[in-house]
């Protein structure tokens, strides 16, 4: 019987949640006007959308370095924000939370699939025997 990895599942949890983020940052770089609106709406909905879809490639070959990818993308942007407005220190912040949140996704959910392959080759052998 083959069990789901928890790492994706905590991945994609984080990627869902940053996704909202996302786009409330970018309906308040809008009103700040940090950039022009075009550029908003293009650079925040993008990547929103490219957020929520990326679960759906976690478990593939370079899925989770993609997503790895993506928080360093908003911590880019929350650093160029800062340029335009003081805003950007609040997105900043924000962008180091989901860094730590998407960092322990990665270390506790890869630890826990490896703990559960672990103790499911242990079962097999007890039931050879």
Same mark, same amino acid.
């Given at each position: 019987? =083959?069990?789901?990895?928890?790492?994706?599942?905590?991945?994609?949890?984080?990627?869902? +949640?940053?996704?909202?983020?996302?786009?409330?940052?970018?309906?308040? /770089?809008?009103?700040?006007?940090?950039?022009?609106?075009?550029?908003?709406?293009?650079?925040?909905? %993008?990547?929103? !959308?490219?957020?929520?879809?990326?679960?759906?490639?976690?478990?593939?070959?370079? $899925?989770?370095?993609? %997503? /790895? =990818?993506?928080?360093?993308?908003?911590? +880019?942007?929350? @650093?160029?924000? !800062?340029?335009?407005?003081?805003?950007?220190?609040? +997105?900043? !912040?924000?962008?180091?939370?989901?860094? $730590?949140?998407?960092?322990?996704?990665?270390?506790? %959910?890869?630890? @826990?699939?490896?703990?559960?392959?672990?103790?499911?080759?242990?079962?097999?052998?007890?039931?050879?025997?």
């Amino acid at each position: 019987m =083959a069990s789901k990895s928890l790492q994706r599942a905590l991945g994609a949890i984080v990627l869902a +949640f940053e996704s909202f983020i996302v786009f409330f940052g970018t309906l308040v /770089s809008f009103g700040l006007k940090v950039a022009e609106p075009g550029v908003v709406w293009a650079i925040g909905l %993008g990547l929103a !959308i490219v957020m929520i879809i990326t679960p759906a490639i976690l478990g593939r070959k370079g $899925g989770y370095w993609f %997503g /790895s =990818a993506l928080q360093g993308v908003v911590l +880019f942007l929350a @650093i160029a924000t !800062i340029i335009t407005n003081p805003a950007g220190y609040v +997105f900043l !912040i924000i962008s180091i939370i989901f860094i $730590g949140l998407w960092t322990w996704a990665m270390i506790a %959910g890869s630890t @826990i699939d490896a703990a559960k392959r672990a103790l499911a080759r242990k079962n097999e052998q007890l039931g050879e025997n």
